[in-house]
């Protein structure tokens, strides 16, 4: 989609709101709160960002874009040169991390721009009056995004600000602790805190399947993609075999021998280049299937994943 900026504004210290319309006023396609978007931005560069407004609404996205410390383009190009009346090539809405209907309560923690999606969450939560409560944590005041929206909220969400905490992190034991029974956990956010909510989620004893996280990057210590043995891949509808070499991953692979898989993150982290696997063992190197996905071996995400076993057939 060709989408018209037509709002930008100043939601924190490097964090720029986003506002998408249709060129013609028309309707956008729906969303669930929680998806993200891709921009794809001058040089060929493209960005994931989460959606932070109602998913009621078909007349705009909104997008929070935090300006990353060592931008390779992106945020920068967002936060520098982009303004009101330019038009951007914009992905349709894609949901990897959602809220679960049937949960007792929505318990949220947020770290820095990691409030974008789980602001959506928390508007749909209020559109159909279900619990929920927000630990938001920031490095200092001036950089929680969206404070203003949350203000008249201020019984259900917990501000943790670094600066003002003299290095005390923040009680997530104690924050979980006082869901009820049957709640969710959300979090979105740094990578240490995501382990930290799942640690703290454990010792409390809340379900591995009730809590779920969205990564804005891989893990620091993610294995390179293109560092494994080589391995064979059969076409199952063609029949063509490929070799994958030991430093090539299995997309370059396909994409160097004519076969065109879409793609967006080449990260692992976007689930856009899904393939069927129908014969063979994966490797999984993604941050996005469950558990229970890659036990079962039905499926591998190309950019990153490899092979156990020494062939595997694609349903391509
Ligand atoms: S391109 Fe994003 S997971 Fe493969």
Redesign the pocket.
Known sequence: MKLLVTRLSQEAQDVLGLELRAQDGAALPPFTSGAHVDLLLPGDIRRQYSLANSPLERHRYVLGVGLAPASRGGSAFVHQRLAVGDVLEVGAPRALFGIDPAATEHVFVAGGIGITPILSMILWCEAHARPWKLLYCVRTRARAAYAWTLARHHDRVQLHVDQEAAGTPPDLAGWLAGAAPGAHVYCCGPEGLMNAVGAAAGVVGIDKAATHFERFAPPEQATPAASAGAFTVVLHRSGQRIEVAPRQSL?DALEDANVSVP???????????EVPLLEGEAEHR?F?LSDEERDSHTCI????SRARSAVLVLDL
């Open positions: 997309l793609f967006s993150c080449r990260e692992g982290m976007c689930r856009s280049c993604d996005v995400l190309p950019c990153v």
